[in-house]
């Protein structure tokens, strides 16, 4: 909402919670659900607008939902790019929603994290096809760490680098989450701090 009111455009694509509304929080655009979808949604909300997803329809699955936040997201960036103003765009993707109920293997959660990287190169490679790379802050950040169901390969795999976490108490895993900023001529690439 602040940088809403401070002139920016402002988007949201992916997913949020049912509780609010992206409007009330200052987007101007939104897309993506309030639930979480499944692999090919036939459904999604455009600006509160319930729309069918045609190419999902009667059981077809010719669009998955990444496909689907990139084709937003790329939109978004062809509106932006011809805008003088500046912009902020949100991209909420939920890797681990269905969680508890299953086992998970190392592989489960491996195709997790590789799901991850894939939508985030498209993002890059987007960001740069459009010319926006020198004008683009980009943060990839983490809400919190591992669910407590996947404790085992958490430990196997130390993706919390041996700290304790929880998903409802905050402990220093939760707190130290990957967080990526590419930010060009502001920030030197492969600088840690």
């Given at each position: 909402?602040?940088?809403?009111?401070?002139?920016?455009?402002?988007?949201?694509?992916?997913?949020?919670?049912?509780?609010?509304?992206?409007?009330?929080?200052?987007?101007?655009?939104?897309?993506?659900?309030?639930?979480?979808?499944?692999?090919?949604?036939?459904?999604?909300?455009?600006?509160?607008?319930?729309?069918?997803?045609?190419?999902?329809?009667q059981g077809q699955h010719q669009v998955s939902k990444d496909d689907f936040l990139i084709s937003e997201f790329r939109s978004f960036l062809r509106e932006a790019?011809?805008?003088?103003?500046?912009?902020?765009?949100?991209?909420?993707?939920?890797?681990?929603?269905?969680?508890?109920?299953?086992?998970?293997?190392?592989?489960?959660?491996?195709?997790?994290?590789?799901?991850?990287?894939?939508?985030?190169?498209?993002?890059?490679?987007?960001?740069?096809?459009?010319?926006?790379?020198?004008?683009?802050?980009?943060?990839?950040?983490?809400?919190?760490?591992?669910?407590?169901?996947?404790?085992?390969?958490?430990?196997?795999?130390?993706?919390?680098?041996?700290?304790?976490?929880?998903?409802?108490?905050?402990?220093?895993?939760?707190?130290?989450?990957?967080?990526?900023?590419?930010?060009?001529?502001?920030?030197?690439?492969?600088?840690?701090?």
């Amino acid at each position: 909402r602040v940088l809403w009111n401070a002139g920016y455009k402002t988007g949201l694509i992916g997913e949020w919670s049912a509780d609010t509304s992206p409007a009330q929080q200052g987007y101007e655009d939104s897309s993506g659900w309030n639930v979480a979808p499944n692999e090919f949604p036939d459904w999604a909300l455009l600006n509160g607008k319930r729309i069918a997803l045609e190419n999902n329809s009667q059981g077809q699955h010719q669009v998955s939902k990444d496909d689907f936040l990139i084709s937003e997201f790329r939109s978004f960036l062809r509106e932006a790019r011809g805008s003088p103003n500046q912009f902020f765009l949100q991209i909420p993707i939920s890797l681990f929603d269905d969680v508890a109920g299953r086992s998970w293997s190392a592989l489960d959660y491996s195709a997790k994290i590789q799901r991850a990287d894939r939508i985030s190169a498209r993002i890059l490679e987007a960001i740069d096809e459009f010319g926006l790379e020198n004008r683009t802050c980009l943060l990839f950040c983490v809400l919190a760490g591992p669910h407590p169901a996947l404790s085992q390969l958490v430990g196997e795999t130390q993706s919390t680098a041996g700290l304790s976490h929880s998903a409802e108490e905050l402990r220093e895993g939760n707190l130290r989450v990957p967080f990526l900023v590419r930010w060009p001529g502001q920030i030197p690439a492969g600088s840690v701090s």
